[in-house]
């Protein structure tokens, strides 16, 4: 079973049985408060098993460390300590070492604000993941517009962000994530 504490409050879920697709043992990130105030430690010694094909949900209230859990899980927060491991393979170990970069990992994130990048078109926020990853440039435009297509946007792949709604910018920021294929979202 898996078993997340934030805050003080225990959710669990997951079966146990089930071989982890993503494996956080003991991690810790803290933050120092501005004007000295002291240090604000979100995430303590967290351990967090998601097997393939599981949803977990994060709950718990504003400041209680979801999102700095999953921004270290994508790499975009450095924890001082603990283990992150995705499909098997260690991201992240104190002990060892390991920090691979955000682009290096298995896994993609959509952001609360989409993070949509409003100089570029939709079909170059889509593709952005791909550029980072290497992806050959003959791949990049099929599975661009295979995924724009998934979520019906493909007639809208030359406009910018700040010309359509705040649905259709969700579905590209869903687009941009699963675009990749990394199978952790």
């Not at 991690?27 to 408060?33: T, Y």
């Not at 070492?97 to 993609?108: A, E, F, Q």
């Not at 099929?142 to 946007?153: K, S």
């Not at 709604?165 to 579905?171: K, T, V």
Request: charged share 15%; net charge positive; glycine share 10%.
């Amino acid at each position: 079973m898996n078993t997340i504490v934030l805050d003080n409050t225990t959710w669990a879920s997951g079966q146990a049985e089930t071989p982890a697709r993503v494996r956080v043992t003991q991690l810790r990130k803290s933050f120092q408060r501005h004007g000295g105030g002291g240090e604000v430690i979100p995430v303590n010694n967290i351990s967090l098993d998601v097997a393939a094909h599981e949803m977990v949900v994060l709950l718990g209230p504003s400041g209680c460390g979801k999102t700095t859990l999953l921004r270290c899980i994508a790499g975009l927060e450095t924890p001082e300590r603990g283990e992150i491991l995705i499909n098997g393979q260690t991201v992240y170990s104190s002990p060892s070492g390991i920090l691979l970069p955000p682009n290096k990992r298995p896994v993609s994130m959509v952001f609360q604000s989409y993070a949509l990048w409003p100089h570029m078109t939709l079909f170059d926020n889509v593709a952005y993941p791909l550029q980072a990853r290497n992806v050959p440039g003959r791949d990049i435009r099929q599975r661009v517009l295979d995924t724009l297509e998934v979520v019906g946007l493909t007639a809208l792949a030359a406009q910018y962000p700040g010309q359509i709604s705040g649905g259709q910018q969700q579905r590209v920021a869903l687009a941009r994530a699963v675009v990749s294929q990394t199978g952790v979202v």
